[in-house]
Structures are given as structure tokens and as C-alpha cells.
């Protein structure tokens, strides 16, 4: 059976149109029994939620639809509710029920990348005048979301350290705030923020609680579980894991917001193609088996970085001198592949080890199953130099991929010299 949709659409302000968007559905209609997926292990929901084989074919794996527009029944009579593949695709069907049940939401949205999903959910939570507390180390892009474009639109931001539950609460207006947005991790200097905490703070003011929960994926953090209201993801990173795509994601734990979701996704169009939103679901499948080998990896990692007379400091959430490290132990399953230092010698020197490098591909982007160097100075985080978000200019990134854990520990030694 193909993905099957249905939902009501949001009506915003002034908007009289009412549609039917596309999401799938989880249990069998026929019967009153509940899906047992739902309720499945995370390595099974990630294998068979959002998708049962194909009815015509058998079809175990998704088709790639490849279509723009869709026969219809009759007027106004939609087949499974698709007419037109930037309201609603089955492969991105499928890959929006993987999401939302991976991440415990009522459902999720696929974009056309990260920043895509980021920008349509403030357009369908903020409004010119509003205010967003942000991550003071969030990720480049993101910051540079708020800076440039969504001030622009009048939407105002004030930085705050997420490891700093009451200077969150500091920067909150009230009554203007809509979004307290945390990254945990962050990137890339990987501080932790107390979702549980965070939620708490957000919910009193009345604003939600944004989860990026990118360098964690599902498979180590569950955001909506400890109360956040939205989970944000780059697709492009470990749900994709195989650098082969460029992608994001919504989830959200509250059927009213998925309408207003639902109904921005399909305003704006902003969505995943279907090849896309293949990709990232065939990634899905092996997140968890990945994400443990990504953190077995950078334990091994860490362990020879922190030994090596050439590095200052090593920065990962499993140490138990990383100022995060508790709060990151009670909401985390592990600790992740994401690993940053500072190298003696400053920048020179950090610049030197990023171009040393060979089985650490000098690159920007993580989570995919290779690993990779770079210099977030220069070059993930060159849009926030400058400015209270500049990252130190002798810090080193990985992303700590999957290949032989020797080889990788062989290679930071090259290049450290
Ligand atoms: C934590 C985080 N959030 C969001 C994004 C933006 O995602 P995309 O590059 O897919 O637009 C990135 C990209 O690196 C990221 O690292």
C-alpha cells in the first residue's frame, strides 16, 4: 500500500482556501488494530515506518514518484489526497512518516534543506514585531537566518549560551518571544543545553521550544520526548549520512502547529524533491547501526587527541571535564560523532592539521559516513566572524565517520606531526 493521506489544512489569517495536505497514516484502516510499528523498537520504525510495500507491485522500497501532478478522480475528488507534488509527493509521504516516528511527532514536513525548514517554521510561528532567543554558538547559517533575512521581515533575535538556563530566561521578552531555539550539541563547540530545563523556561513565557537536533539525530536525543514543541533538522547530515543529498526537516508534537506547518510548507515551497527524499529515507534505515559505530569511532578519537602534546583541548560531551557532560549523559543515548579541539600553535597551525589530513576529507558538512576535517573559522562559520557568535580561530572540527578507527587516529597523528 502506497502512503495514504489526508489532514485538514490551517486557516491562517485571511486565508479563505481550504485544502487537504498530504500526510501518511499509521495505522490499518481496515481494522481497529493499532500498527505495530508505532509501537516497535527505533530500528524497526526506522526500517518500516511511513511506508507498507507498494499494493500493485509489492514494492518494498518506496518508488521514486517522479511526477509533478496526479490523475484525479473526479473534480475536486483527489486520489489519497495528492494533486500536485508541492503540496504533497508519496516518497516524501514516506519519508515525512519515517521522520515523525523516528522523533516521536505527530507528524513531519521534508524540506529542501535545513535552512528551508528553518525559515518556513518561523513564517508559520512568528509575525513582524516578534522576537527569537537564540544559541550564542548556533550554527553559521542559522545565525545568519536571523541576522539577514528574518530581521529583515522584522522578526528581532537576542543571543543567549544554552548551557545557561537562567541567561536564556534573561533574554526572553515577554509576551514577544515566540521561539527559544536550541541547538544540542552545538556547533561546532559543542556545548549542551538541558532540553527538559529549556522547555520549561520557553513555556512559561508562552513561546515554544525549537530543538535542533542535528548532531544528535533521533537515534541519541529525542527533543519532543523531554518537552520540546518542534524538532529542526538538517537532513543533509547524520538522517541522510552518506553526503549525497541536501535536505531538512520538521517535526512537531501538536496537531494544531502541523496544520499551520502544513499549510507554510505548501505557501512557500520550499519541499524535498522525491529523489531527495528517497535518499534521506534509505538513510534512515541504517541510522542506528551508524550512529553507534560514528560514536565508537569518536571515543577512539578523543581518547588519542586528548593524549597528544599538540592539542590544547579537546571538546566532546563524553568527557567528564566538558562542562555539559552531565546534562548530556541523563538526555542522550551516547555522545555522538561530532568532535572539535584547539590546537597549539593558533591558527597557522589549525590550518596546517585541516590540509595535512587524508583520510579526514578537508570538507564542510558532517554526518556523513566519512569522515571529515575543517576549519570553522574560515570556513563553516566564516558568516559569524566579526561578530559575539566568532568561534576561535584555532579550533579544529571533525566529523568522525565510520571507516577503520586505527586509520582515522593514523591520520590526526600525520597531520597533528
Ligand atoms: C546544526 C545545523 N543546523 C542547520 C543546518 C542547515 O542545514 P542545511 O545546510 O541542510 O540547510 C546545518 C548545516 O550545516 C547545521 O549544521
Excluded at 104 to 126: H, Q, Y
Excluded at 285 to 310: I, P, Q, W, Y
Amino acid at each position: 500500500m502506497a502512503p495514504v493521506c489526508r489532514g485538514p489544512a490551517w486557516e491562517g489569517p485571511g486565508e479563505p482556501e481550504r485544502r487537504q495536505y498530504a500526510r501518511p497514516v499509521t495505522q490499518d484502516e481496515s481494522t481497529d488494530r493499532p500498527d505495530p510499528i508505532e509501537t516497535a523498537g527505533f530500528e524497526t520504525r526506522a526500517i518500516h515506518a511511513g511506508y507498507e510495500p507498494d499494493a500493485a507491485t509489492g514494492a518494498v522500497i518506496p518508488p521514486i514518484y517522479a511526477t509533478s501532478t496526479y490523475r484525479q478522480d473526479g473534480v475536486g475528488g483527489l486520489r489519497g489526497g495528492y494533486e500536485y507534488s508541492r503540496s504533497a509527493n508519496p516518497t516524501r509521504t514516506a519519508l515525512e512518516g519515517n521522520l515523525a516516528a523516528l522523533e516521536g511527532g505527530v507528524r513531519a514536513f521534508a524540506f529542501a534543506s535545513g535552512l528551508a525548514a528553518e525559515d518556513t517554521l518561523v513564517r508559520s510561528t512568528c509575525a513582524p514585531g516578534d522576537h527569537v532567543v537564540l544559541p550564542d554558538d548556533a550554527y553559521g547559517g542559522t545565525y545568519r537566518l536571523f541576522a539577514q533575512v528574518e530581521q529583515a521581515w522584522g522578526v528581532e533575535h537576542t543571543s543567549a549560551p544554552v548551557a545557561d538556563v537562567d541567561r536564556v530566561r534573561a533574554a526572553i521578552r515577554p509576551g514577544q518571544t515566540k521561539l527559544v531555539w536550541l541547538e544540542t550539541p552545538t556547533n561546532p563547540l559543542l556545548n549542551v543545553g538541558d532540553i527538559e530545563a529549556l522547555a520549561a523556561v520557553a513555556h512559561e513565557a508562552g513561546a515554544l521550544l525549537v530543538v535542533d537536533n542535528t548532531f544528535a539525530s533521533p537515534y541519541l536525543q529525542q527533543p519532543l520526548a523531554l518537552g520540546a514543541d518542534v524538532v529542526v533538522h538538517s537532513t543533509t547530515k547524520y538522517a541522510g549520512g552518506h553526503s549525497d543529498v541536501v535536505g531538512g526537516a520538521l517535526v512537531v508534537r501538536d496537531a494544531e502547529l502541523a496544520d499551520r506547518v502544513a499549510f507554510h510548507q505548501n505557501a512557500i515551497g520550499a519541499v524535498a524533491g522525491p529523489f531527495d527524499a528517497w535518499l534521506v529515507l534509505r538513510g534512515l534505515k541504517t541510522l542506528a547501526v551508524r550512529m553507534e559505530r560514528h560514536c565508537d569511532n569518536a571515543e577512539r578519537v578523543v581518547e588519542f587527541l586528548t593524549s597528544h602534546a599538540g592539542v590544547e583541548q579537546v571538546i566532546y560531551p563524553g568527557l567528564a571535564e566538558h562542562p555539559g557532560h552531565a546534562v548530556a549523559s541523563r538526555q542522550m543515548r551516547r555522545y555522538g560523532g561530532m568532535v572539535s579541539f584547539r590546537v597549539t600553535g593558533g591558527e597557522e597551525r589549525a590550518l596546517a592539521v585541516c590540509e595535512r589530513a587524508r583520510v579526514f576529507t578537508l570538507g564542510e558538512s558532517l554526518g556523513g559516513v566519512e569522515s571529515l576535517i575543517e576549519h570553522p573559522g574560515r570556513m563553516t562559520h566564516a558568516s559569524v566572524a566579526g561578530t559575539d557568535l566568532e568561534v576561535p580561530s584555532d579550533l579544529v572540527r571533525l566529523s568522525v565517520g565510520i571507516e577503520t578507527a586505527d586509520d582515522l587516529v593514523a591520520d590526526l597523528d600525520r597531520a597533528l606531526g
